[in-house]
DNA sequence: GCCCGCATGTAAGTGGTTACATGATTTG
DNA sequence: CAAATCATGTAACCACTTACATGCGGGC
């Protein structure tokens, strides 16, 4: 249940509808847990209708109408008792794993473009995440002290410029890998 | 289906009973996928009744009997298949990190303790890592040279063991900020 | 005229977890 | 005598994805 989580911590840092929930959880909070609109939709419904969120239903001229989302008093509750309560370590969840230990049943050398096309994508990743971290946390505009808010954004943020370095090095270790067993013959 | 594949893979290295790939979802292959034994069993019918694994029902004494599974034609020819298909760049599921930002809204010393127990998990992870890679790639007992399985399995094992460090050090950075957070007054 | 963005939703299916159930043998 | 290990399974539920559906307004 961390998507409803997830979402009391958006709507905490700013109010808004189910759409823009699914905007935000292509980028920022989406960083570290995604969403579909359909999901947020549904799990909007419940939350509302559990009293934990409050809706205002928003008019508006030249675009649909849409409800706005907000967090009331039982709903910070609740975030507050999870935030108590211990989670445990996730496992790993890794697709492309499963696929190397895969290719010594097969020629190990058909991975190589896809993790090329992988390392790329952590790669505009990375920069992404390094750009984001100039203009909110370290460049010349950020507000100076920042609160303990973004103080907090700001260290889950460089975790994920910490992964996506890690994984870019790492790839390129799977790719020398690869490449050299490319070179003798195959097996199995 | 991802766990289809993982099993495939697993049973490719050595065929072996539900049971037995239960216990290896829960260390080796299991370090970068999971399951449960319910969902194991479920799939494996599945994956026998689509023709994709051959059953031998193996009576034994003094324990009970097993089913054990093995990867025939058809299951090696999917998992060939899966290889040379693309699959999209996972996006993370960190729980944590959400707990980190939703900190903003109550104490941040609340999490210190939390924090504090996954870093350890992690550590301990770190040595159980270390200690695999020193058994069977690295140590003086492990063969000579490695076998292109075996170079895929120690590159995968790399990618666990450089995520558990990279994670540790992060850990650490959120303790320091945490802690940090701590000595100046609240908010919100 | 078409596609994109805004905005919300239904329906069907898959994947995964939790709880419950059974029963023999081995270990402390 | 209790607990753990081996071994397999059912049932109910929850989480999540994919496909489909609608409709307005603005830009190329």
């Given at each position: 249940m961390?998507?409803?989580?997830?979402?009391?911590?958006?709507?905490?840092?700013?109010?808004g509808?189910?759409?823009?929930?699914?905007?935000?959880?292509?980028?920022s909070i989406?960083?570290?847990?995604?969403?579909?609109?359909?999901?947020?939709?549904r799990v909007?419904?419940?939350?509302e209708?559990?009293?934990?969120l409050?809706?205002?239903?928003?008019?508006?001229?030249?675009?649909p109408?849409?409800?706005?989302?907000?967090?009331v008093?039982?709903?910070?509750?609740?975030?507050?008792?999870?935030?108590?309560?211990?989670?445990?370590?996730?496992s790993?969840?890794?697709?492309?794993?499963?696929?190397?230990r895969?290719a010594?049943?097969?020629?190990?050398?058909?991975?190589?473009?896809?993790v090329?096309?992988?390392?790329?994508?952590?790669?505009?990743?990375?920069?992404?995440?390094?750009?984001?971290?100039l203009?909110?946390?370290?460049?010349?505009a950020?507000?100076?002290?920042?609160?303990?808010?973004?103080?907090?954004?700001?260290?889950?943020?460089?975790g994920?410029?910490?992964?996506?370095?890690?994984?870019?090095?790492?790839?390129?270790?799977?790719?020398a890998?690869?490449?050299?067993?490319?070179?003798?013959?195959?097996?199995?």
């Amino acid at each position: 249940m961390a998507l409803e989580h997830a979402i009391l911590v958006s709507l905490l840092e700013k109010p808004g509808s189910g759409y823009e929930l699914a905007r935000r959880f292509e980028r920022s909070i989406g960083y570290f847990w995604t969403a579909t609109h359909q999901q947020i939709y549904r799990v909007l419904r419940r939350m509302e209708s559990e009293g934990l969120l409050a809706v205002r239903e928003l008019s508006q001229q030249s675009r649909p109408d849409k409800k706005v989302y907000s967090v009331v008093g039982p709903g910070r509750a609740a975030l507050s008792q999870w935030l108590h309560e211990s989670i445990q370590p996730e496992s790993m969840r890794h697709e492309l794993a499963v696929k190397i230990r895969g290719a010594a049943f097969d020629d190990p050398s058909v991975l190589i473009r896809e993790v090329e096309r992988h390392r790329q994508v952590h790669i505009d990743r990375l920069a992404h995440y390094l750009a984001g971290e100039l203009r909110d946390f370290t460049g010349p505009a950020a507000p100076t002290p920042l609160d303990a808010g973004q103080e907090l954004q700001h260290v889950v943020l460089r975790g994920g410029i910490a992964y996506e370095r890690m994984t870019i090095a790492w790839l390129d270790d799977v790719l020398a890998t690869l490449r050299r067993l490319g070179t003798s013959p195959p097996h199995v």
